[in-house]
């Protein structure tokens, strides 16, 4: 019997992705709640009533920070949090500072009427609770911006634009850990978007953490089981949880004044922050993250306390069971760490610094362990920590490029959007990428969210096809160092991250860094998910493609060899029903049926292509829902896998339904509906419908010519012009047309 039937296993239904509620839902039901909290209902009774009677559901921590913000929850003050705030109002006022004191879960401040009675008591009160530690728990102080005199406005709005200021514990002498300084902004401290909060101390790259903390890590086992969660992770937790909720504090700060913020200036070499258009969406994001952290530090909690064994152990189950149910992470440990103490760290896994696979091209290659490698207690500070996460020119880079395209980006997300708002592009661009310049002037380089923030930016980037792939390259090289330099060389954005840097630097022709990327890449889904799985095989044409492109014909025909006995497996296992895998393993083979051709291996090629026909046709006939008629990714991979075995009929059939897809999608002028309508013109010129494209070739030559956008990709427009006029020569040709006797 397995060790954890102790506890109830996390099974996904503690946790729903995207859980957050939009503000605007929560005001739907506010005079509701706010009725209910003046009869005197119980927080737990208010929940339940909103489920039965408005057929609304959240949880207990997002109703209670909903009270807060609305400034009608009550909280009562333990013993030792009276003395911490006496204690801490004494010392700082007897330095001429003014303190307010607030709730760091929900922002709540303490009332005048409860700081009154707590200072009544004085020392005669205290004096009698030497056995009572102080201690602030949920506390945090702040130092409140100056009021004008008369100005009930700015005295109204000093908690959106409180500071937070490091907690000291009268009792215990701290110890500061070591913290890495950022490199300095390039962007101006009077920016009008950053004027909208002050955060002191912003640009020093230290988080605005409230709990002191010691410099050394949790250990990495527990010699003994112990039913108590270790001190050390638990204030980790804490601080992580109020830096948090000082992000969200920040982010909805800025949404009253958005509209009053200047545009980009890109005159010299100084560019103000952009107007933070979307900082409700910067706030969910956060707010996610906020959730997910507490939620997972409850569930370690409760684990450890039902089932008796050791913290470590419970900890690393709970993580591995997390991330066997979503792709994301929770904030497991490492990140934390770095988050609070703005430090990188560096992952072991089982006792292996970095990864238990070799590059090279042997029977090592591919890990062939029938577990797959899962992540351990094993992340450790990292000895002699760098300065920075990036250089200073390279960040003057990135923020000449986030100016220079910022506008780019928000107009195409707004169009998408009006389409699907929940568009993986909208997401990415609102959320994370964005904010950039604002997070890392707030918070610094070496935050979580920052760098997060750097990596939705290449991603963006690199989806728009409308910045030049230079540009594109070099956000992606940064935004790489930077996840590797902090320490998320296994965070799950870094698949991606490696996987589009391997595509960029094949671009290039620089194959030996686009194999180092690719592997890269298979390394991450080989730890999160095993070799014999549906993220590894993605890698296998591309890892094999460079090796024939470097002159390893051996290690290319290895690793499709490997892949293909990898793949077959899957697609054995698979259940007819599971439309995903076999979308999955058609597209991989699609890819593989293509190396295998243009290496010469023409056999192989027709062969690995029917079977990525039969995947996909095993996909189409299972799957009811609406893929084939609103992704254009299907139809393109069936058009591409029916044109290499020469099938061009179907092929025909399904570019020009990758055309209709990609054009009500992206716009007909896009790239995209571009490469399909060149891929819908060959296969009907490989049929003999020659005449057939040149009214589709004319329509889209106008469609290109009328774009008016200089950055277009111009080589697509030049192949169709090209494609224009040899199917024009070609049809003269046919019809008898003697050229030469014109002249």
């Known amino acids: 019997m397995s060790k954890f039937s102790n506890f109830k296993s996390y099974d996904g ?23 209910l909290v003046g009869r005197g209902e119980k927080q737990r009774n208010i929940l339940e009533a909103l489920k039965n009677e408005r057929g609304f559901n959240t949880n207990l921590n997002q109703l209670k920070s909903k009270l807060g913000i609305w400034g009608v929850s009550s909280k009562n003050l333990a013993k030792k949090q009276r003395k911490w705030i006496y204690l801490m109002k004494e010392r700082r006022q007897a330095l001429g ?17 409860q700081m009154g009675s707590i ?5 005669r009160e205290f004096s009698a609770m030497n056995d009572v530690p102080a201690s602030p728990g949920e506390l945090e102080m702040a130092t409140p911006p ?29 110890t500061e850990p070591h913290r890495a300084t950022a490199s300095p902004s390039t962007l101006p401290i009077d920016s009008p978007a950053i004027s909208q909060v002050s955060i002191e101390d912003a640009g020093s790259g230290t988080s605005p953490a409230t709990v002191n903390e010691p410099e050394t890590p949790e250990p990495a086992a527990d010699s003994q089981p112990t039913t108590q969660l270790p001190s050390t992770f638990e204030n980790i937790y804490k601080k992580v949880l109020h830096s948090l909720e000082s992000f969200h504090l920040a982010a909805n700060s800025s949404v009253a004044a958005a509209d009053n913020l200047s545009p980009i200036d890109v005159t010299g070499n100084s560019w103000s922050v952009p107007p933070d258009d979307h900082a409700t969406e910067l706030a969910e994001w956060m707010e996610d993250v906020y959730n997910d952290a507490e939620v997972f530090l409850e569930i370690v909690h409760n684990s450890v306390k039902n089932s008796g064994l050791s913290f470590a152990i419970c900890r690393d189950e709970i993580i591995t069971q997390w991330t066997q149910e979503y792709d994301e992470d929770p904030l497991p440990y490492h990140i934390a760490w770095s988050i609070v103490n703005g430090i990188p760290l560096k992952p072991v896994v089982n006792g292996w610094e970095d990864f238990p696979v070799k590059v090279t091209t042997g029977p090592e290659w591919v890990y062939t362990s029938s577990d797959p490698v899962i992540q351990r207690n094993t992340w450790l500070p990292a000895e002699d920590p760098p300065k920075s996460v990036l250089t200073e020119e390279e960040w003057e880079r990135i923020d000449y490029f986030f100016t220079k395209h910022y506008h780019k980006l928000k107009k195409f997300s707004d169009k998408v959007a009006k389409s699907n ?27 979580y969210y920052t760098i997060l923030a750097l990596e939705g930016f290449a991603d963006v980037c690199f989806q728009i096809h409308m910045i030049p792939d230079e540009d594109v390259l070099f956000i992606y090289e940064c935004a790489t160092k930077a996840f590797e330099m902090f320490g998320l060389k296994y965070h799950e954005s870094a698949l991606e991250l490696y996987k589009q840097l ?39 044409a591309e890892i094999s493609r460079c090796n024939f492109k470097l002159g390893s014909p051996e290690g290319g025909d290895y690793v499709l060899r490997k892949g293909l006995t990898h793949i077959q497996s899957i697609a054995a296992k698979a259940s007819p029903d599971d439309y995903y895998t076999h979308f999955a393993l058609a597209k991989a083979l699609n890819f593989i049926a293509s190396v295998c051709k243009s290496c010469g291996r023409k056999e192989a090629a027709n062969t690995v292509g029917r079977f990525s026909i039969q995947q996909f046709m095993t996909y189409r006939s299972k799957y009811t829902g609406t893929d084939l008629s609103n992704n254009g990714w299907g139809p393109r991979y069936m058009g591409e896998a029916f044109l290499l075995v020469k099938d061009y009929e179907n092929a025909a059939k399904m570019f020009q339904s990758a055309f209709e897809i990609y054009s009500d999608y992206y716009g007909q002028r896009d790239k995209r509906a571009m490469d399909a309508i060149s891929k819908l013109c060959r296969s009907m010129r490989a049929r003999g419908l020659i005449m057939y494209t040149v009214p589709i070739l004319e329509k889209t030559l106008m469609l290109r010519g009328g774009a008016g956008d200089e950055n277009e990709e111009d080589e697509i427009g030049f192949e169709i012009w090209m494609r224009y006029m040899e199917t024009v020569m070609r049809q003269m040709y046919t019809n008898g047309i003697n050229l030469g006797a014109e002249t």
Not at 97 to 113: C, N, R
Request: net charge negative; glycine share 8%; aromatic share 14%.
């Open 97 to 113: 500072k003014e303190t307010v004191f607030y709730f760091g879960d929900s922002g709540q401040e303490i009332t005048e009427s």
């Open 119 to 123: 200072m009544r008591g004085g020392e």
């Open 502 to 540: 391997g595509f960029l630097r094949k671009e290039t022709k620089n194959y030996s860094g686009g194999m180092e990327a690719f592997i890269s890449a298979y390394r991450i889904a080989n730890f999160r998910w095993g070799f014999e799985s549906l993220q590894c095989i993605e890698f296998i």
């Open 13 to 35: 239904s503690k946790v729903r992705k995207r859980g957050y509620r939009k503000n605007e839902v929560w005001d739907e039901h506010r005079d509701f709640i706010l009725d």
């Open 146 to 174: 100056p009021t004008a005199p008369n100005d009930e406005d700015a005295e109204n709005d000093a908690t959106s634009q409180r500071h937070t200021e490091q907690v000291d514990d009268p009792n215990v002498k701290a």
């Open 421 to 447: 708002s929940e568009a993986e592009f909208v997401e990415i661009f609102r959320q994370r990428a964005a904010h950039l310049q604002k997070l890392r002037h707030f918070f610094g380089e070496y935050n």
